[in-house]
Every structure is written in structure tokens, then in C-alpha cells.
């Protein structure tokens, strides 16, 4: 069935890079806009960041704007979640999802991945 | 960014009850909105979009409308298995903003 794999979270100090990979299987990844989200432990969701179908362009949430970058490889049905100069607040388990989109029902996510876990402490 | 102020926080209800959780978005003419139920350690779940669309697979019991700009689920008749954490999210305007989220318990 149509799936999503995150893997790449790690503990990792103030001020690091990580890079996290989401890997899409048994639907034409190549179609899709993909989207990045995040729950901080005990929180709420918020949403990251977005990557066009062909990764032309991109945007991301203002919390993470200039510090993280997506990219994607669609000969090997990958996203790439890049985080540079993490901070104790970007700890969460961040998760890739799938966005279907039409003019009459607008945006949906589906389906998610089953979330990477990525903690900043020193 | 589109604010959603979700109610309850937390419900308890029983198996059989019929209960509603509602969003106000801060601005009005939202037309996309979505709803997801999470339980524990899993990702998301969508249920609902469009305002009122069921997602394939989505028992009837769920059921989403919209007044202005107050969203509701409802579930009629619970299950033991809908005990879970719901969000709401819009997607008119990006950011996609979600409401907080209302825990569902047991009774």
C-alpha cells in the first residue's frame, strides 16, 4: 500500500545539522507535492515546510525559514528534510506526508509516515 | 497566520455517545479545512476534508459541517476505538495552522 518512511532522527547538540530522509513507496512520487510537519513531546502539530512535485520551489513555516531546506530525488522517491543551526525548540518528531490538491477541495495530507524522532539538547 | 482555537481541550464521553468538537478560525472565508485523529506514538490520521468530505475508509459515524467560521466534527454512536486526539487544520492559506487539539477519554 501507499507508504511513507522517515528515518535520520537522532539526538544531536545546540546549533548541529541533521538531515532526514522520507522514502515513498507504492505511489508515483514524481506527482506530489510533499510536505514536512512536526509534533514537539506532549504538543500540537505544526506544519514545516513544503517541496513542489518537481522540487522547483519551496516554503516553509516562519520558525524554521533560512535554517531548514527540503529536496527531493524523485529517480530514488525521496524527500530530504535539511536542518541547520538546531535549537532546543526544533525538538519534535517530524513527520512527511503526501498532499493531494484541487482547486474544488483544496489541500489534504495523506498519508503521514510514521514520524522520526529528533531531540536538541546539549 | 490563520489562527484555529479549538474546544474542548478534553472529553470524556462513554461508548455510544454522540459528541462534537469544534474550531473558530480568525478569519473568515475559510473554505479547506481538515481533521485528523491521532492516537498514542502513532502519526495523524485524516478523516475529514473539505469542510465535510469523509477520507475513504472513514466510518460514517464522522461527520464534519461548518457555520461561518465555527468547523465541527461529530461522532455519532462512539467506539471504543475513536478514543483518540483530534485536530482541525486549515489549508486555505498557508501556514497550515491546527487547532490544539481535543483529547477524547473514556468515561
Known amino acids: 500500500q501507499v507508504q511513507l518512511v522517515e528515518s535520520g532522527g537522532a539526538v544531536v547538540q545546540p546549533g548541529m545539522s541533521l538531515r532526514l530522509s522520507c522514502a515513498a513507496s507504492?505511489?508515483?512520487?514524481?506527482?506530489?507535492?510533499m510536505h514536512w510537519f512536526r509534533q514537539a513531546p506532549g504538543k500540537g502539530l505544526e506544519w514545516v515546510a513544503v517541496?513542489?512535485?518537481?522540487?522547483?520551489?519551496?516554503s516553509s513555516a516562519d520558525s524554521v525559514k533560512g535554517r531548514f531546506t527540503l529536496s527531493r530525488d524523485n529517480s530514488k522517491n525521496t524527500l530530504y528534510l535539511q536542518m541547520n543551526s538546531l535549537r532546543d525548540e526544533d525538538t519534535a518528531v517530524y513527520y512527511c506526508?503526501?498532499?493531494?490538491?484541487?482547486?474544488?477541495?483544496?489541500?489534504?495530507?495523506?498519508?503521514w509516515g510514521q514520524g522520526t524522532l529528533v531531540t536538541v539538547s546539549s | 497566520d490563520i489562527q484555529m482555537t479549538q474546544s474542548p481541550s478534553s472529553l470524556s464521553a462513554s461508548v455510544g455517545d454522540r459528541v462534537t468538537i469544534t474550531c473558530r478560525a480568525s478569519?473568515?472565508?475559510?473554505?479547506?479545512f481538515n481533521w485528523y485523529q491521532q492516537k498514542p506514538g502513532k502519526a495523524p490520521n485524516l478523516l475529514i476534508y473539505?469542510?465535510?468530505t469523509l477520507q475513504s475508509g472513514v466510518p460514517s459515524r464522522f461527520s464534519g459541517s461548518a457555520s461561518g467560521t465555527d468547523f465541527t466534527l461529530t461522532i455519532n454512536s462512539l467506539q471504543p476505538e475513536d478514543f483518540a486526539t483530534y485536530y482541525c487544520?486549515?489549508?486555505?492559506?498557508?501556514?497550515?495552522?491546527f487547532g490544539q487539539g481535543t483529547k477524547l477519554e473514556i468515561k
Open positions: 507504492e505511489f508515483t512520487f514524481r506527482n506530489f507535492a
Open positions: 517541496i513542489s512535485y518537481d522540487g522547483s520551489s519551496q
Open positions: 487544520q486549515q489549508t486555505h492559506i498557508s501556514p497550515y495552522t
Open positions: 473539505a469542510t465535510s
Open positions: 478569519l473568515s472565508f475559510i473554505n479547506y
Open positions: 506526508a503526501r498532499e493531494f490538491y484541487t482547486a474544488a477541495i483544496g489541500r489534504r495530507f495523506e498519508p
